[in-house]
């Protein structure tokens, strides 16, 4: 199995990508944002998507999206097909979608909306945390993506502040204070390791 950043010698998936996305939103009779193949095709020429492939099989593939002058990025579309599910798949997909997003968008929160509880835990995983609609970007062509959702009523009639999806948030300057935090943790444990030892020396040379 090979994960790759997908790139426009990935086209001939595009119409693959949207009927597997479509087909597992029926099966799951959840609500999905529809894509179109063209919008699909926009993601790999920019170098924004993942796509896991066995040999030249489409098994999976997930992409980033935009909002707010690069201020948030979104994990969207994860999407592992019927073949290669329940393999760990989506889990590889959306970390190495997620370590892309970083490397490209190095300062932009990196949120989420879905309905999926595998998805959720695999964020959480990462780093990511549950958050209000109102703490997501409130780029209006990022909303406008879930007109095509059976659930867009919901997001309506709340005033898009809620919906059956759950938003989740990865901040990377609150993980960089946590990431310190646990080093300054760690460092400060050896510290007390080595005061100790030094003072249980000098009692047993007393």
């Keep these: 199995?090979?994960?790759?950043?997908?790139?426009?010698?990935?086209?001939?998936?595009?119409?693959?990508?949207?009927?597997?996305?479509?087909?597992?939103?029926?099966?799951?009779?959840?609500?999905?944002?529809?894509?179109?193949?063209?919008?699909?095709?926009?993601?790999l020429q920019n170098g924004n998507g993942v796509i896991a492939l066995e040999g030249e099989k489409f098994a999976g593939f997930c992409y980033i999206e935009v909002w707010g002058h690069e201020n948030f990025v979104a994990n969207s579309g994860l999407i592992v097909h019927p073949d290669f599910r329940n393999q760990g798949l989506a889990k590889k997909i959306k970390k190495a979608v997620f370590e892309l997003s970083i490397q490209k968008f190095p300062n932009a929160k990196i949120f989420g909306i879905t309905t999926g509880l595998p998805v959720m835990k695999i964020n959480y995983e990462l780093g990511y945390k549950p958050v209000t609609f109102s703490e997501l970007t409130d780029d209006p062509e990022f909303w406008k993506g879930c007109q095509t959702c059976k659930n867009f009523d919901v997001l309506t009639r709340t005033e898009q502040q809620m919906c059956l999806c759950t938003g989740m948030l990865y901040d990377p300057k609150t993980a960089k204070i946590k990431r310190q935090n646990k080093v300054n943790g760690k460092a400060f444990k050896r510290l007390k390791s080595i005061k100790e030892q030094l003072f249980l020396k000098k009692k047993k040379d007393e």
């Design 1 to 43: 199995m090979k994960i790759t950043i997908a790139d426009e010698s990935h086209f001939k998936y595009a119409q693959i990508i949207c009927d597997t996305i479509a087909d597992s939103a029926k099966v799951r009779g959840t609500g999905i944002a529809k894509r179109t193949p063209d919008y699909i095709i926009k993601k």
